[in-house]
């Protein structure tokens, strides 16, 4: 029985969707603030989680990142009353892989968490990859052209964003926000700092460089 987590904090449509979500066959636990989800999502053994994006204590944006950056890619739908373009893009590029506009049918709700789980097959593999670049998500490894590669957390975790990312610019800004979690301080130099040193650990004699830098903007993975 698949295990769905539901974090919502008004009652009414807490209850709504945990009574349809187990109507249709799953095992559903439920938080109601930032803390208690942070709690279950630690706790693991879900396989889908629907979030919504305003929560008291902790949003649901500061638990989807903290979520990503442990390397779990439990399917994730997030919830918001807020449907502007950049709103939706801010959700999807912290890591949920999909978005519903309050408010919401329920059978569309039901609709979607059945398409996650059927990605979510696919989705708990344990390892990234991008070219010859491999993460391994639980043993927290890399790996290229067959060789380990020794990081530091920090460049591991920048190098698993880029991975997610490979193929698409990825701006100081979003490494900030989502990897250092400071969207608010100026961290241009220590963003630098780290690429460069992240960069050197990845350079192999005769083969390419695998991050590029897109000038005034960020950075890119090749694919």
């Not at 439990?74 to 309050?102: F, I, Q, S």
């Not at 639980?138 to 193929?167: D, I, W």
């Amino acid at each position: 029985m698949p295990r769905v987590l539901v974090v919502e904090d008004e009652p009414k449509m807490r209850r709504i969707l945990q009574r349809d979500l187990a109507a249709e066959g799953y095992d559903v636990a439920t938080a109601a603030t930032g803390p208690q989800g942070q709690a279950a999502l630690a706790g693991g053994g879900f396989d889908a989680v629907v979030l919504d994006w305003l929560l008291p204590g902790r949003d649901g944006l500061e638990l989807l990142t903290e979520l990503r950056q442990t390397g779990s890619r439990v399917p994730v739908l997030l919830l918001t009353a807020r449907d502007a373009v950049e709103d939706r893009v801010a959700g999807l590029d912290r890591g949920a892989d999909d978005y519903l506009v309050k408010p919401f049918a329920t059978a569309e709700l039901l609709a979607r968490v059945r398409v996650l789980l059927r990605r979510g097959t696919d989705d708990r593999v344990s390892l990234l990859r991008a070219g010859d670049l491999e993460a391994d998500l639980l043993q927290r490894t890399v790996r290229r052209a067959g060789l380990e590669v020794a990081l530091r957390a920090r460049e591991y975790e920048v190098l698993v964003y880029l991975m997610r990312h490979a193929g698409r610019t990825v701006t100081r800004d979003m490494l900030g926000r989502d990897v250092w979690n400071e969207p608010d301080h100026n961290l241009t130099n220590v963003i630098d700092v780290t690429m460069t040193q992240l960069r050197r650990k990845l350079d192999r004699p005769g083969l390419p460089a695998p991050v590029e830098t897109v000038r005034g903007v960020g950075f890119r993975l090749r694919g």
